[in-house]
Protein backbone atom coordinates (compact mmCIF):
# COMPACT_ATOMS: atom_id res chain seq x y z
CA UNK A 1 0.00 0.00 0.00
CA UNK A 2 2.85 2.18 0.60
CA UNK A 3 4.21 1.84 -2.74
CA UNK A 4 1.00 2.90 -4.35
CA UNK A 5 1.13 6.58 -2.16
CA UNK A 6 4.25 7.09 -3.06
CA UNK A 7 3.68 5.93 -6.87
CA UNK A 8 0.49 8.37 -6.74
CA UNK A 9 2.77 10.96 -4.94
CA UNK A 10 5.60 10.91 -7.83
CA UNK A 11 2.90 10.82 -10.67
CA UNK A 12 1.07 14.03 -8.86
CA UNK A 13 4.78 15.49 -8.24
CA UNK A 14 5.78 14.77 -12.40
CA UNK A 15 2.17 16.34 -14.00
CA UNK A 16 2.86 19.62 -11.47
CA UNK A 17 6.69 19.76 -13.31
CA UNK A 18 4.89 19.66 -16.52
CA UNK A 19 2.09 21.52 -15.67
CA UNK A 20 4.91 24.23 -14.42
CA UNK A 21 6.79 24.27 -17.56
CA UNK A 22 3.46 24.79 -19.83
CA UNK A 23 2.73 27.56 -17.83
CA UNK A 24 6.04 29.10 -17.92
CA UNK A 25 6.67 27.82 -21.71
CA UNK A 26 3.02 29.63 -22.29
CA UNK A 27 3.79 32.76 -20.62
CA UNK A 28 7.41 32.34 -23.32
CA UNK A 29 4.56 32.17 -26.25
CA UNK A 30 2.94 35.25 -25.27
CA UNK A 31 5.93 37.38 -24.26
CA UNK A 32 7.41 36.66 -27.96
CA UNK A 33 4.15 37.72 -29.58
CA UNK A 34 3.83 40.92 -27.58
CA UNK A 35 7.39 41.54 -28.41
CA UNK A 36 6.94 40.30 -32.22
CA UNK A 37 4.16 42.84 -32.43
CA UNK A 38 5.80 45.90 -30.95
CA UNK A 39 8.86 45.21 -32.99
CA UNK A 40 6.37 44.70 -36.71
CA UNK A 41 4.50 48.37 -35.16
CA UNK A 42 7.91 49.61 -34.48
CA UNK A 43 9.13 48.97 -38.21
CA UNK A 44 5.70 50.05 -39.84
CA UNK A 45 6.37 53.28 -37.74
CA UNK A 46 9.81 54.05 -39.27
CA UNK A 47 9.05 53.16 -42.96
CA UNK A 48 5.32 54.66 -42.54
CA UNK A 49 7.54 58.03 -41.59
CA UNK A 50 10.38 57.65 -44.29
CA UNK A 51 7.49 57.01 -47.09
CA UNK A 52 5.21 60.25 -45.50
CA UNK A 53 8.39 62.26 -45.75
CA UNK A 54 9.13 61.20 -49.89
CA UNK A 55 5.59 61.94 -50.08
CA UNK A 56 5.89 65.51 -48.85
CA UNK A 57 8.73 65.68 -51.07
CA UNK A 58 6.89 64.44 -53.94
CA UNK A 59 4.72 67.14 -52.80
CA UNK A 60 6.98 69.79 -53.04
CA UNK A 61 8.22 68.91 -56.19
CA UNK A 62 4.97 68.52 -57.74
CA UNK A 63 4.10 72.49 -56.65
CA UNK A 64 7.12 73.74 -58.26
CA UNK A 65 6.76 71.58 -61.39
CA UNK A 66 3.43 73.20 -62.12
CA UNK A 67 4.83 76.47 -61.61
CA UNK A 68 6.65 75.73 -65.38
CA UNK A 69 3.44 75.74 -67.15
CA UNK A 70 2.05 79.11 -67.97
CA UNK A 71 -1.63 78.02 -67.45
CA UNK A 72 -2.46 81.41 -67.78
CA UNK A 73 -1.56 81.40 -71.39
CA UNK A 74 -2.95 78.17 -72.40
CA UNK A 75 -0.35 76.08 -71.78
CA UNK A 76 -1.55 72.34 -70.18
CA UNK A 77 1.95 70.59 -69.98
CA UNK A 78 5.68 70.29 -70.67
CA UNK A 79 7.88 68.09 -72.17
CA UNK A 80 11.32 67.26 -71.44
CA UNK A 81 13.44 64.73 -72.52
CA UNK A 82 12.28 62.76 -68.81
CA UNK A 83 8.75 62.75 -69.48
CA UNK A 84 5.92 64.95 -69.35
CA UNK A 85 4.41 67.07 -66.75
CA UNK A 86 0.58 68.12 -67.08
CA UNK A 87 -1.52 70.42 -65.52
CA UNK A 88 -4.88 69.89 -64.77
CA UNK A 89 -7.52 70.58 -62.83
CA UNK A 90 -10.17 68.17 -60.76
CA UNK A 91 -13.89 68.26 -61.60
CA UNK A 92 -16.10 67.92 -58.97
CA UNK A 93 -17.05 64.20 -58.00
CA UNK A 94 -20.09 62.89 -56.07
CA UNK A 95 -20.03 60.24 -53.27
CA UNK A 96 -23.85 58.36 -53.93
CA UNK A 97 -23.49 56.53 -50.69
CA UNK A 98 -25.30 52.99 -50.67
CA UNK A 99 -29.01 52.48 -50.99
CA UNK A 100 -30.05 53.31 -47.80
CA UNK A 101 -28.67 56.76 -48.73
CA UNK A 102 -30.10 56.90 -52.03
CA UNK A 103 -33.45 56.44 -50.85
CA UNK A 104 -33.25 59.16 -48.55
CA UNK A 105 -31.82 61.42 -51.14
CA UNK A 106 -34.89 59.93 -53.56
CA UNK A 107 -37.37 61.64 -51.07
CA UNK A 108 -36.13 64.69 -52.09
CA UNK A 109 -35.59 64.44 -55.44
CA UNK A 110 -37.81 66.06 -58.01
CA UNK A 111 -39.07 62.99 -60.24
CA UNK A 112 -37.63 64.27 -63.40
CA UNK A 113 -34.05 63.17 -61.83
CA UNK A 114 -35.01 59.64 -61.09
CA UNK A 115 -34.74 56.83 -63.61
CA UNK A 116 -37.51 54.62 -62.01
CA UNK A 117 -38.57 55.29 -58.32
CA UNK A 118 -35.74 53.24 -57.16
CA UNK A 119 -32.89 54.68 -59.33
CA UNK A 120 -31.04 57.92 -59.39
CA UNK A 121 -30.50 59.49 -63.41
CA UNK A 122 -26.68 60.31 -61.77
CA UNK A 123 -25.88 62.51 -65.02
CA UNK A 124 -29.56 64.97 -64.52
CA UNK A 125 -28.42 65.17 -60.72
CA UNK A 126 -24.90 66.23 -61.68
CA UNK A 127 -26.49 69.03 -64.11
CA UNK A 128 -29.33 69.88 -61.30
CA UNK A 129 -26.84 70.34 -58.50
CA UNK A 130 -23.60 72.13 -56.91
CA UNK A 131 -21.30 70.59 -54.40
CA UNK A 132 -20.48 73.18 -51.42
CA UNK A 133 -17.24 73.81 -50.29
CA UNK A 134 -18.02 71.37 -47.37
CA UNK A 135 -19.43 68.19 -49.13
CA UNK A 136 -22.71 69.19 -49.62
CA UNK A 137 -24.78 68.35 -52.51
CA UNK A 138 -27.36 71.90 -53.30
CA UNK A 139 -29.90 71.55 -55.22
CA UNK A 140 -29.19 74.66 -57.65
CA UNK A 141 -33.26 75.26 -58.60
CA UNK A 142 -34.30 75.01 -55.04
CA UNK A 143 -30.96 75.70 -52.80
CA UNK A 144 -32.01 72.97 -50.99
CA UNK A 145 -29.49 70.42 -49.62
CA UNK A 146 -30.26 66.99 -50.45
CA UNK A 147 -29.76 64.63 -47.41
CA UNK A 148 -27.36 61.19 -48.58
CA UNK A 149 -25.39 62.46 -51.28
CA UNK A 150 -22.30 64.27 -50.81
CA UNK A 151 -19.44 65.08 -53.28
CA UNK A 152 -15.58 66.97 -53.47
CA UNK A 153 -15.70 70.20 -55.02
CA UNK A 154 -13.80 70.36 -57.82
CA UNK A 155 -11.68 73.11 -59.31
CA UNK A 156 -7.88 72.50 -57.31
CA UNK A 157 -4.69 72.47 -59.52
CA UNK A 158 -3.42 68.95 -60.04
CA UNK A 159 -0.13 67.49 -61.02
CA UNK A 160 -0.29 65.00 -63.69
CA UNK A 161 3.70 63.58 -64.34
CA UNK A 162 4.49 60.44 -66.74
CA UNK A 163 8.03 59.46 -67.02
CA UNK A 164 9.53 57.94 -69.59
CA UNK A 165 11.10 55.04 -68.97
Known sequence: ??????????KAAAINQRLRQYKKNK????????????????????YESKIKRVEDDNAILMTELLGFIDTEHGQTSVSTSMGNVQARTTSDSWKWGGAVAQRKAMKQLPSDLLKTVTELDKAKI????????DGKVVLNETGEIIEGLSGVKGGKKQCVIRLDR
Open 1 to 10: MNNQVEFEAD
Open 27 to 46: KLIEEAKASEKAEIDEVKNF
Open 126 to 133: KGATTITD
